[in-house]
């Protein structure tokens, strides 16, 4: 029962200047709420631990969408933290408000490479080498994946093996593991079965362990040594020097949903339950995604508008012939949304994040619909930094730089805007006022150069027009019917792009409020 201790207890294990590594996916998944809510309530007590480093592939937060403090927010107090190496950060409001703000040295890798470097540390080695990041704000030719100004270290090192480049990112070793089970033995063995995301649990616990630090598990369950199912193990009690039992309000599935059985696997719902997208902007551009799906594919999907792709399948009849996955572990099944984002209804299978990451970094996806919030004329994406305040990467850079083909979604302008969709086209009343195409994106999170190198097939589909990444640069390639292609279009960029010799109009279908018959595709 030595293992067995309070979650008060637990934070006063860790003390001033540690590196700390922390489970969890989006908003809160995975995540040791119940530990990191103590380790605050600690500091505003004592002032310790003070000066910690914290190392996490996606940081959790509420995105300021609930009440109170969750997430990482409880570590948004001054001297708390002096540095961050993580792969996403912006749904922590007050904490990458620190980071904005240059209250934390703070370093954005890709999430895969985060979730890697875990695993090599485990390994015993000292950093992750990887063609990932290269041309993007990772290389330390562009930022070395500094956040803000007070990030001085070059952590980031551009090599080369066999005569081709390589990025070597380095690591610093862990004194303290902070994960999050489901149910914890006497002897510290960990289930995860009720969790939804397998994401790197083993591989950080056994990174601080195997440096001789401490790893300390939060659990909802405390059970009997010997009765938990050894096939549902996902880190060995070896690994685990203390358990922590959380109390219920802070072990939720995520910050909103208790638990979720479809996302585990333990139900499946009836598809006729998700709910259907209105016909608007969103849903006219998650069509025109989905015409580019073909039978027997892998997919994976980003946040937001790339979200209506899923829904769009399903009301074609088409969900079930492609395989979609999100980098948190989930294959199959629908994505969920919202709150439920790195979780998937009936999900088919869960794999740890390192290891789904290994099959895009190999270029094992076939499509991937992301986000398209900043793009220029050299086909580069930003959705990573705006106006100095850093987002993160997340799983973006591995994804996009690897996957056969790649589409960029989004609407063609951002702000208060009112336009109508309807059979016969797209209707601009009032357009956006911010300007998305742009001479030079903030931060390049997709190289448009290293994907003219590498030969990939890219789309940027929007509400009104569609481009591809040609060798020259970017292309307008499909026009959407009743748009006008000098006021809607090429007025509302700041740079203009190639126009292709045979421009297209927009397939009607797409504006339509009925299915495109998608289930006929080959």
């Known amino acids: 029962m030595a293992k067995i201790i309070s979650k008060e207890e637990a934070a006063q294990l860790v003390q001033d200047g540690d590196v700390v590594g922390i489970n969890g996916f989006a908003f809160g998944f995975g995540f040791p709420e119940a530990l990191v809510k103590a380790l605050g309530e600690r500091y505003e007590r004592e002032e310790h631990p003070q000066g910690m480093s914290l190392m996490f592939a996606s940081g959790c937060g509420d995105g300021g969408k609930s009440e109170g403090t969750f997430g990482l927010d409880h570590f948004a107090q001054e001297g708390m933290v002096k540095k961050v190496i993580a792969g996403h950060v912006g749904l922590a409001k007050k904490f990458s408000g620190f980071i904005k703000d240059n209250k934390i040295a703070a370093y954005n890798f890709p999430q895969g490479v985060v979730t890697h470097m875990f695993r090599e540390m485990a390994g015993g080695r000292k950093g992750v080498l990887t063609h990932v990041g290269l041309n993007t704000f990772a290389d330390p030719r562009v930022e070395g994946g500094k956040m803000n100004s007070k990030a001085q270290e070059d952590l980031v090192k551009v090599v080369k093996i066999q005569g081709e480049e390589r990025l070597y990112y380095e690591a610093e070793p862990l004194k303290v593991a902070l994960i999050r089970g489901t149910a914890g033995d006497e002897a510290g063995n960990i289930t995860v079965d009720k969790e939804g995301v397998l994401l790197e649990t083993m591989h950080i616990a056994a990174a601080a362990k195997n440096a001789g630090g401490i790893v300390i598990a939060q659990v909802r369950e405390i059970a009997q040594k010997g ?25 939720r599935m995520n910050v909103q949903t208790t638990y979720n059985p479809s996302y585990t696997g333990d139900l499946r719902i009836p598809t006729s339950h998700v709910e259907r997208m209105p016909l608007d902007s969103k849903k006219v551009i998650a069509k025109r995604c989905a015409m580019e799906l073909r039978r027997g594919t892998s997919v994976n999907l980003g946040i937001g508008v790339p979200e209506g792709v899923a829904s769009v399948a399903l009301e074609e009849g088409i969900h079930d012939w492609m395989t979609m996955t999100i980098e948190a572990g989930a294959v199959g099944g629908i994505p969920a949304s919202g709150f439920g984002l790195g979780a998937s209804v009936n ?3 869960l794999i740890g994040q390192p290891n789904l990451f290994d099959i895009y970094d190999g270029g094992g996806l076939d499509i991937a619909y992301l986000g398209l919030a900043q793009a220029d004329q050299d086909g580069n994406i930003n959705v990573s930094k705006f106006q100095g305040r850093m987002v993160g990467c997340g799983g973006f850079v591995n994804i996009t730089q690897n996957t056969k083909k790649v589409i960029f979604c989004g609407t063609f302008t951002a702000g208060k805007s009112n336009i109508v969709i309807d059979q016969e086209g797209v209707h601009i009343i009032e357009d ?15 190289s448009g150069k290293y994907a003219r190198e590498h030969k990939k097939d890219v789309l940027y589909v929007t509400e009104r027009a569609v481009f591809r990444l040609a060798p020259e640069g970017l292309e307008l390639i499909e026009i959407a019917p009743l748009v006008d292609l000098e006021k809607d279009i090429l007025g509302k960029m700041a740079f203009r792009p190639l126009i292709s010799n045979e421009l297209k109009t927009m397939d009607i279908r797409i504006f339509q409020n009925k299915t495109m018959g998608l289930d006929s595709i080959q």
Request: hydrophobic letters at 45%; proline letters at 7%; charged letters at 25%.
């Open 227 to 251: 009765s938990l199912d050894p096939r549902k193990i996902a880190v060995p009690g070896i690994m685990v020097d203390y358990i922590v039992q959380a109390p219920e309000e802070e072990h």
């Open 347 to 349: 999900v088919e299978a």
């Open 432 to 446: 956006g006022s911010f300007i998305k195409f742009v001479e030079n994106v903030e931060q390049i999170t997709f």
